[in-house]
C-alpha cells in the first residue's frame, strides 16, 4: 500500500530488463504519475511489464519547472514514481533537484533501490572495493577534464567515471597524461548481450579502441595511486636521521619520519643507526 503524497524513487535496469525489483514494478503499477527522464525510452519497460501508468517527461532541460510541478501535485496528495533512463535517479541523471524540494517541504522520499552501473562495474573490474570514489562524467572538453583529472591523480582509492563511447579515447589520454601509467578496467553494455569487460593500463586500452571503436555507454573503472618508496637502504637511512636530528628533531621522531619516507620499520632504522 502506497503512502499518498509521497514521491518513490525507483531504479530501473541498466540494460537487461529482468533486473528491476518486484517492489519497483508494484511501485509503477500503483502511483498515480509517473516522471520519466525520456518517456520513450520508458514505455519500452512499461509495455514489457505491461504497466499503463501515465507518465510526464523530468530531464535535465525542464528539472527546475517540473519539480515545482511534481511538488504541488505531491501536496495535493498524488503518488509519484520518479525514473530515469537507466539506473538510479540522482546518480549522473535528474532527480535532485525535486527530491531536495519535497524535503524541504516535508514531503515524503522513499528510494527503492536497485540496478547502478558504477558498483555492477566496480565488482567486475576487479579493482579494490574498500575505498572508491564516483565522480560520474567529466567534462567534454580537454581543458576543462583535465582541470578535474589533475586534482584527482594522487587519490589513495579506486576511481569511477562515466563516459560516452565517443569520448572514450580522448579521455583515457587524459587520463595518461595525468594519473601515468595506471591500472584500468573500462567496462561496456553492462548486463547486455554484449557486455565486455576490458584490462590493462590506460594506454593499452587507449590505443586498443583506437583500433576497434567503443559502443554502448563505458565506466572507467581506475586503480588506487600507491606512491612509489624511494630506493635507499642503511647508509641513506642514517645519512637522513642524522640530518633529522640537525634539523632539531629528536632521534626517535628523525626515525620515524626516515621510516616512513623509506616504506620501513622503525625498528630496521633503528638498528641500523646502531650498526653505523
Not at 56 to 78: A, P
Not at 83 to 105: F, M, N, T, Y
Not at 198 to 227: D, M, N, Q, S, W
Request: a negative charge; aromatic letters at 6%.
Amino acid at each position: 500500500m502506497l503512502a499518498k503524497g509521497t514521491l518513490y524513487v525507483c531504479a530501473t535496469p541498466i540494460g537487461n530488463l529482468g533486473d528491476i525489483t518486484v517492489r519497483v514494478l508494484d511501485t509503477l503499477r500503483e502511483v498515480d504519475l509517473i516522471a520519466a527522464e525520456d518517456t520513450r525510452h520508458s514505455r519500452k519497460l512499461m509495455q514489457h511489464y505491461q504497466i499503463t501508468t501515465h507518465m510526464t517527461s523530468y530531464h535535465e532541460h525542464n528539472e527546475k519547472k517540473k519539480s515545482l510541478e511534481l511538488v504541488e501535485k505531491l501536496k495535493n496528495g498524488l503518488t509519484i514514481a520518479l525514473i530515469s533512463d537507466a539506473g538510479l535517479p540522482g546518480i549522473s541523471d535528474p532527480g535532485c533537484e525535486v527530491i531536495r524540494l519535497c524535503l524541504a517541504e516535508n514531503i515524503p522520499v522513499d528510494v527503492l533501490p536497485g540496478p547502478n552501473a558504477a558498483l555492477t562495474a566496480l565488482v567486475l573490474s576487479g579493482m579494490p572495493t574498500e575505498h572508491f570514489a564516483f565522480h560520474g562524467f567529466l567534462p567534454a572538453t580537454t581543458g576543462a577534464r583535465r582541470k578535474d583529472l589533475e586534482k584527482l591523480a594522487n587519490l589513495p582509492q579506486t576511481q569511477i567515471f562515466y563516459e560516452a563511447p565517443h569520448r572514450l579515447v580522448a579521455t583515457l589520454q587524459g587520463i595518461s597524461e595525468c594519473f601515468g601509467e595506471r591500472d584500468v578496467a573500462v567496462v561496456r553494455e553492462l548486463t547486455k548481450l554484449h557486455q565486455q569487460v576490458h584490462k590493462g593500463t590506460v594506454l593499452e586500452l587507449k590505443e586498443a579502441f583506437e583500433i576497434t571503436a567503443p559502443r554502448g555507454e563505458c565506466c572507467i573503472v581506475i586503480a588506487p595511486y600507491i606512491p612509489s618508496k624511494p630506493v635507499g637502504g642503511p647508509e641513506e637511512w642514517c645519512q637522513e636521521v642524522k640530518e633529522g636530528i640537525s634539523r632539531g628533531l629528536s632521534k626517535k621522531d628523525a626515525m620515524k619520519e626516515v621510516a616512513k619516507h623509506y616504506g620501513v620499520k622503525k625498528s630496521e632504522v633503528y638498528q641500523a643507526f646502531l650498526d653505523d
